[in-house]
């Protein structure tokens, strides 16, 4: 089997106002559809970042990929580096907004066609790629309900206002949180911090729902935006209340001293985003867990490899996630699904994605009883829908936005936001 063409198609869709540390959501996500199609007309899927930095460099790799096995990885690794080397110093991405790397651009467009190779491996096999991974160690993969401080519509209305409404109070995020596990049922619970409302009142708002929902497990993620002081008095004010505590603070240092002088266990995806920072956070033990992206981890593959290393070094292991679609979510749930030591339900950005604007056949994918369940479905089990593929990437030629940016769309409510890190 040869590679006969490469498809990278940009699209973009309706993203909610949602805040984090950077500012907050612009009012369309960027995302690419990755088609790779063999001689014998088997296409293989994958999606991954659309924003500039990464687009260029999956556009750049299109016709390199032409006549290769799909089977041959190593291939696709050689011809991914042998690309990023040959770029215009400068096309490298800075942070697109918390947890997202686009700089990391050999693991990103690596980690974007490795899925679509082993999504076509798998579909010439007539098998579910997760037989490709070892198989599954379960048959469902469950995700948690990740709650977001918000407002009511965008700056300037774009479009009608989203159905969630103002998340701002304790009761509105209570409300939010309700809402997402009776359509849901996830069994676990994530804030979103870090935002300009302040660490007071997000804790407030974590005191609120471990009233109504005794006994679910939550966590917080300020995404690095608190100090280390100011996580400590936080940590002081939520303690038990807490599953784990998610990125208080900036830096492997800062996160190790807050685990020292807590004993909450602390979960990452910004300060061990690669094997680099594995093996330094092992050293100075400045986190517990690690919440795996095979968007930048470089693929499913390597995704299980630092899993069998969290294993190895006595560490959890669960499941980060950005503004994404169902080609994505069937990735990650493949590929946790052949995780043995998936320790938490993972992080999805899934319910907040209107229904449609779903880029696969039958529209957006059921989470039921908060788990997305495996199919014995060739590959990742989802087809692309044309005509919605076509819709979506007009939209992202409409849509002006080429490159996510959380603060420059903040100073269009606060002229004065600037990006600081950390803020409290
Ligand atoms: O866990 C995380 O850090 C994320 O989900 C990163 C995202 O960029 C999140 O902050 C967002 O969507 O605003
Ligand atoms: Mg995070």
Redesign the pocket.
Known sequence: MKIKQVRVTPIAFRDAP?L??SGI?EPYALRSIIEVESDNGTIGLGESYGDAPVLSVLQAMQESLVGLDPFDLNGLRARVVKTVAALKPGTVGAEL????HPSKQVANAYSAFEVAFLDLQARSLGMPLVDLLGGAVRDEVPFSAYLFLKYAEHVGSPYKPDRWGEGISPEQIVAQARTMIEENGFKSIKL?AGTLLGPEHEVACIKALRQAFPGTPLRI?P?GNWSVETSLRMAELMGDDLQYY??PCPGLEGMAEVHKRTGIPLAT??VVTDFDEFRRSVALNSVQIV?ADHHYWGGLRDTQILARMCDTFGLGVSM????HLGISLMAMTHVAAAVPNLSYAC?T?YPWQEPDEEVIKGGKLPIVDGCVKLTRAPGLGVELDYDQLAKLHEQFLGCGIRQRN?VTQMQKYDPSWKALKPRF
């Not at 907004?97 to 997202?100: I, K, L, V």
């Not at 980060?320 to 503004?323: D, E, L, T």
Request: hydrophobic share 20%; proline share 4%.
């Open positions: 949602l984090n540390a959501h907004a918390p947890g997202s979103k993620d995404n998610e990125d995806n910004m919440l980060h996630s950005n503004s992080d950005h959380d």
